[in-house]
């Protein structure tokens, strides 16, 4: 078994959501560590408390690092994947509201709009950017002012389930295979191309491209899917750089899990600039996702 523990001063409660997400997960065919037994009542200890089955396999990234990992091979089946857990219903949007799901079973979402969710925190966070010098100030209101110019991409009638970590360190298996999807206290009722876009803050255009054929072999894709997909993964890049500059992540070595063997700190600090980049330029174009 695997043992999780949260003893923070704030109480978090959500890891009684994360156990829901993950039994209606697996319901619907994802592969995962399930749980055998969770508590955040803090009613009999002080914390919150969670026991996992133990995947004895190691999470991909390990692979990636060591050279033995074929993305390409295994995209199409994490698409599948998030195919899978979004049939699954939520209302409202961003985080989960452990109130509503325990009265009455529901995942609900905090906010009654997406573009509320979307824009939580935006100013604040190109202003911290701003501040730490990582962006110029013309930089930091380009980017707000391309997020803000298409509205209408952000209309979403129902939200989805979005795991909201989608990254190489959270699927768990062997070089050919994936074991489990681990690590949902992130999720959320958001957006459909959020996941995708989150794995497109680490992968090319070809890994992309192949996720996106997994998806569709489950899913339709949206008819204006491309300006959604820049959009999130702008998005996503500006939180990323935020949780970046302030954990001191640019002053690392590669036996840090985000930067690849041979790499550094500047290396990561360049490819986050990089990647901001590219998505602005793939949303003004409303690009072909297998272009990046």
Not at 93 to 108: I, S, T, V
Not at 182 to 194: H, K, Q, R, T, Y
Not at 204 to 216: K, L, N, Q
Not at 231 to 248: C, E, F, P, T, Y
């Amino acid at each position: 078994m695997f043992v999780r523990i949260e003893d923070g001063p704030e109480h978090d409660d959500y890891m009684e959501v994360e156990s829901h997400v993950i039994g209606r997960v697996a319901a619907a065919g994802v592969p995962i560590a399930s749980v055998i037994a969770a508590d955040a009542s803090r009613s009999e200890v002080p914390f919150a408390w969670q026991v996992l089955e133990r995947v004895l396999e190691p999470d991909l990234n390990r692979h990636a690092k060591a050279g033995t990992l074929n993305l390409v091979e295994l995209a199409e089946e994490i698409g599948r994947n998030i195919a899978r857990w979004q049939s699954i219903a939520t209302a409202g949007f961003g985080p989960f509201d452990p109130a509503e799901l325990r009265n009455g079973g529901r995942l609900r979402g905090f906010h009654a709009s997406y573009a509320d969710y979307f824009f939580a925190r935006l100013d604040q966070q190109l202003a911290f950017l701003t501040e730490k010098g990582f962006l110029r100030p013309e930089q930091a209101a380009e980017f707000g002012h391309a997020l803000r110019a298409y509205p209408q991409s952000l209309e979403c009638a129902a939200g989805v389930l979005v795991h909201k970590d989608v990254a190489l360190w959270n699927i768990l298996g062997t070089p050919q295979q994936i074991t489990a999807f681990v690590d949902w206290d992130d999720a959320i009722s958001g957006d459909a191309l959020d996941d995708v876009a989150l794995l497109a803050c680490f992968h090319d255009g070809p890994v992309i491209e192949r996720v996106f054929a997994g998806y569709a072999e489950l899913r339709p894709l949206p008819a204006d899917y491309r300006r959604r997909f820049w959009l999130h993964l702008l998005r996503n890049m500006i939180m990323k750089a935020v949780s970046r500059v302030g954990a001191g992540y640019f002053d690392r070595t590669d036996h840090f899990f985000l930067i690849g063997t041979g790499g550094s700190g500047l290396s990561l600090k360049e490819t986050t600039m990089r990647r901001l980049d590219l998505a602005l330029r793939g949303l003004r174009a409303n690009a072909a996702p297998s272009s990046l």
